[in-house]
């Protein structure tokens, strides 16, 4: 055989071991993934963040081969981050942290206007929006609306912070974590998602940034459980 001939064999190999190994780690991915999202039990976080970081594009497509919902992949990037970041996150004191929220959530009837740091919401408490920002921002988050990813690099840009919470559809959830990664991100999915008038579950959000311990501290201080408007409900459009 010429030399020639070999070497192009002996790339053919490699190449065929090379997507055989991708296979295999993909294998391995679903598999702890599945544990993950339908479980709730995180084996190897490290290799799973990995796994979606390094192999994003090909991971997807193995989930929609084997006739899977490649939002899969996003879903146990989003869980993975929410469960590794979590403790560190907690940590972080509010006023140091922020939340981003998409502005699809807003009622049709939104009369709030954009600004150049996003969307100025008037608490009407016709949207999620303003329910979450008048909760958040009492306990020291800043808030920001943002009608796109440019807005986000804009914050990123603008503003000190060391924690930060978002809302968003799974493919934009999971890539701005994946970006956002040193700021401990903690990720709540939009139900259902879409580009107007989208939902989320507020308790969800208010959970994930420690408004109930908030509240019953309050609470407590305040020795009168009827000074603290608990109510989570969106007024309906007219
Ligand atoms: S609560 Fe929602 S609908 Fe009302 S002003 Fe704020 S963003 Fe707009």
Not at 192 to 197: K, N, R, W
């Given at each position: 055989m010429l030399l020639h001939e070999q070497a192009f064999q002996l790339i053919g190999e490699g190449i065929v071991l090379l997507v055989f190994l991708i296979v295999i780690i993909l294998i391995i991915g679903l598999i702890l993934g599945f544990i993950l999202v339908r479980r709730n039990k995180m084996l190897f976080p490290s290799l799973i963040i990995f796994i979606v970081n390094v192999l994003y594009s090909p991971f997807k497509s193995f989930v929609g081969l084997l006739g899977?919902?490649?939002?899969l992949v996003d879903n146990i990037g989003i869980e993975v981050r929410n469960k590794v970041n979590k403790s560190k996150f907690d940590e972080i004191p509010p006023e140091d942290k922020i939340i981003v929220l998409p502005?699809?959530?807003?009622?049709?009837?939104c009369e709030a206007s954009l600004k150049e740091t996003g969307i100025k919401c008037t608490?009407?408490?016709?949207?999620?929006i303003g329910i979450i920002k008048e909760k958040a921002e009492p306990m020291g988050y800043k808030v920001f609306i943002v009608p796109g990813s440019s807005f986000v690099k804009k914050i990123v840009q603008q503003n000190k912070f060391k924690g930060v919470v978002g809302v968003a559809c799974h493919v934009d959830l999971n890539q701005t974590m994946m970006a956002l990664e040193k700021f401990s991100p903690q990720g709540v999915l939009l139900s259902?998602?879409?580009?107007?008038?989208t939902k989320v579950d507020v308790s969800k959000v208010l959970e994930t940034i420690g408004y109930y311990e908030f509240r019953d501290e309050q609470k407590k201080q305040l020795?009168?459980?009827?000074?603290?408007?608990d109510d989570l409900e969106i007024k309906p459009s007219k």
């Open positions: 899977l919902d490649d939002a502005h699809c959530l807003r009622s049709a009837q608490y009407c408490g016709k949207c999620a259902p998602s879409g580009c107007f008038e020795n009168d459980s009827e000074a603290i408007d």
